[in-house]
């Protein structure tokens, strides 16, 4: 049998051989680097490329829930609330105390230094306005509009005081430190509060559900009010007893307990809900402690008496700057730590 090259040599004679046996060498080389390049790479090491990014999302950081700081931040902060939010008593310039400025909101008033401690993505704001209670915050005071109406699907974080003037803070005070003689005093005035109280107990809740409805991926902080007195003999001229302010300090108390389980409720109805944002409480009862009006460096204002009208000055017993400062602490600790639990 003759083989397939001595039948070439003879076909082709001995210079047609050798020109048919290099072009089949080059089509055997030639082929695989353009039909196949994964194997050109293989053998050559060549043309090889790192795979490009194949444009999926990646799990973790798509699962990962947010921080608390995050979610505060994400949005517009805005400050709501009563005199203990809009800065009452921490008058510090000549535009702090505008008797045009209805809401007395002041330069120090806590808000500023948490808007300044974050960088909030859309911005802050402060409609705090004194003398507010939950349904003024509903229905606006004084001429200024809704304070809720200032919120919305854009806000990630809520700041506020309120519950105070709903139980007559003002008015049960003046009823302890000035002594009328056709007045109930001081513990006279205990049904009064009891009923104010459960009144409370039933606009606090119908509000801060007003306020998450309308600002739903918002951390709401809400916050109670400092014990105002040290207990001790002498504290404004004697013009208060200790007893008196034992009574009232305990009344403090129990309003912090009514704020503190409508938040608790609150929260857990966002919980159960499956709903983003939060409700948060912030005690505020010891963040005077040893700092009380009748201390030696006091972060609450003293009584003044307006002797015309017969009542405390509004700047009676509400924060200095150095009581501002001091809320102000608590509230960037409490947007730093967040509620206890996961946010969505």
Known sequence: MISPVAWVRGRLGERGAALALLALLLALAVVPLVVMPAARCEAFGKGCRAPGPEGKADPVAATR??????????????????????????????????PLDRCHRTSKAYYHEVSQAFRFAKGTAFWACSGATTDDVLDGRGGEPPQIGRIGRDTSLVTISIGGNDVGFSRVLAGCVIKLPWGRGCTGQGEEIARRMAELRQSLPALLSKITQRAPYARVVVMSY????????????????????????????????????????????????????????????????????????????????????????????????????????????????GPGRPLS
Do not use: C
């Not at 504290?235 to 938040?263: K, M």
């Not at 857990?268 to 505020?284: M, T, Y």
């Open 65 to 98: 829930t947010p921080t608390p700081l995050e979610v505060a931040t994400r949005g517009a902060y805005v400050a709501l609330g009563d005199s203990y939010s809009s800065g009452v008593g921490a008058e510090a310039t000549v535009a702090d105390q505008n």
């Open 226 to 337: 400092p014990k105002a007195f040290s207990e001790v003999s002498g504290v404004d001229g004697d013009n208060i007893t200790v007893a008196d302010q034992r009574w009232l300090n305990g009344r403090a108390y129990e309003l912090g307990g009514v704020i503190r389980q409508s938040v608790a409720e609150a929260d857990a109805r966002k919980v159960a809900g499956h709903r983003p944002g939060s409700v948060e409480f912030v005690d505020a009862y010891g963040a005077f402690a040893g700092h009380e009006v009748g201390s030696r460096d006091a972060y609450m204002n003293g009584l003044t008496v307006n002797l015309a009208a017969l009542e405390a000055e509004p700047r009676s017993y509400h924060p200095t700057v150095a009581g501002q400062q001091a809320l102000a602490r608590l509230f960037v600790d409490q947007i730093k730590k």
